[in-house]
């Protein structure tokens, strides 16, 4: 899973599988704003669960 930029901003995703958690990180011009946390099952996260976060991240704004 790589990164998703969008409006400026880029969204690297991180995850453990072991742990089931993961987090998106928010950078702008190569600064970190936000931590967007998350959980899953299975071996990855569903690629629609990730979009909704950075979805959601520009609604809260």
């Known amino acids: ?3 998703i ?4 901003h880029m ?3 991180e995850y ?3 742990l ?6 928010v950078y702008k011009d190569g600064e970190f704003l ?4 998350f959980t899953f099952s ?3 996260p569903d690629p629609e669960q990730i979009e909704q976060l ?7 704004r």
């Open 1 to 3: 899973m790589g990164a």
């Open 5 to 8: 930029e969008r409006n400026g």
């Open 11 to 13: 969204f690297e995703v």
């Open 16 to 18: 453990s599988i072991l």
């Open 20 to 25: 089931q958690k993961g987090g998106v990180h």
């Open 34 to 37: 936000k931590e967007l946390e």
């Open 42 to 44: 299975g071996n990855q």
């Open 54 to 60: 950075v979805n959601s991240y520009f609604e809260e």
